[in-house]
T-cell receptor, first 117, second 113 residues
Framework: GAVVSQHPSWVICKSGTSVKIECRSL??????MFWYRQFPKQSLMLMAT?????????EQGVEKDKFLINHASLTLSTLTVTSAHPEDSSFYIC?????????????FGPGTRLTVT | GNSVTQMEGPVTLSEEAFLTINCTYT??????LFWYVQYPGEGLQLLLK?????DKGSNKGFEATYRKETTSFHLEKGSVQVSDSAVYFC????????????FGDGTTLTVKP
């Protein structure tokens, strides 16, 4: 149980275009989802926290107008990278936590590799 | 604020060697502690966890004990395999930080045959 999927697993887009990444909890209802960014050989950087039905809370330094997050249902959150540039190229990982989460345990998606050319 | 400090890598071991990856933390509340493993090109997988002091998390031969007195959660395995080669992240979450996770920098483990 507690499976989280991401789609797509990798995407290449041209500079200036927008890309949407989906994060789904497959077998549980995720009241909270987190979006992370990971640079090569580095740790995860939390970008934002999203709760179903409310606006996402962004970490300091993350542009909310550039990284649009929508948590429209208890099983789906989306991250849209708007007007992407090469510096947005990264590995994006989501995680989800259910209502009955055992002491703050999160379940991670497999990640999405974004390359902006 | 919360922080996690991990032993710097990379760590290279021979198969069947003993593994220790040190992890210490700073937290204002009573955190839950986690070890995650990341294989190349993949997301994070939960390896083990401990939710209160003196708890021991274990999975796939890996163990870690929540030591409140030393604020540590060191990862150990008695005999590593080539398939254990991956990046290991120590992390904590607590209510004081709205349940967000704080990660260490990760330790890359390479096991040679």
């Amino acid at each position: 149980g507690a499976v989280v999927s991401q789609h797509p697993s990798w995407v290449i887009c041209k500079s200036g275009t927008s890309v949407k990444i989906e994060c789904r909890s497959l077998d549980f209802q995720a009241t909270t989802m987190f979006w992370y960014r990971q640079f090569p050989k580095q740790s995860l950087m939390l970008m934002a926290t999203s709760n179903e039905g409310s606006k996402a809370t962004y970490e300091q330094g993350v542009e909310k107008d550039k990284f649009l997050i929508n948590h429209a249902s208890l099983t789906l959150s989306t991250l849209t990278v708007t007007s992407a540039h090469p510096e947005d190229s990264s590995f994006y990982i989501c995680s989800a936590r259910g209502e009955d989460a055992s002491r703050y345990e999160q379940y991670f998606g497999p990640g999405t590799r974004l390359t902006v050319t | 604020g919360n922080s996690v400090t991990q032993m710097e890598g990379p760590v290279t071991l021979s198969e069947e060697a003993f593994l220790t990856i040190n992890c210490t933390y700073t937290a204002t509340g009573y955190p839950s502690l986690f070890w995650y493993v990341q294989y190349p090109g993949e997301g994070l997988q939960l390896l083990l966890k401990a939710t209160k002091a003196d708890d021991k998390g274990s999975n796939k031969g890996f163990e870690a004990t929540y030591r409140k007195e030393t604020t540590s959660f060191h990862l150990e395995k008695g005999s590593v395999q080539v398939s254990d080669s991956a990046v290991y992240f120590c992390a904590l979450s607590d209510q004081a930080n709205a349940g967000k996770s704080t990660f260490g920098d990760g330790t890359t483990l390479t096991v040679k045959p």
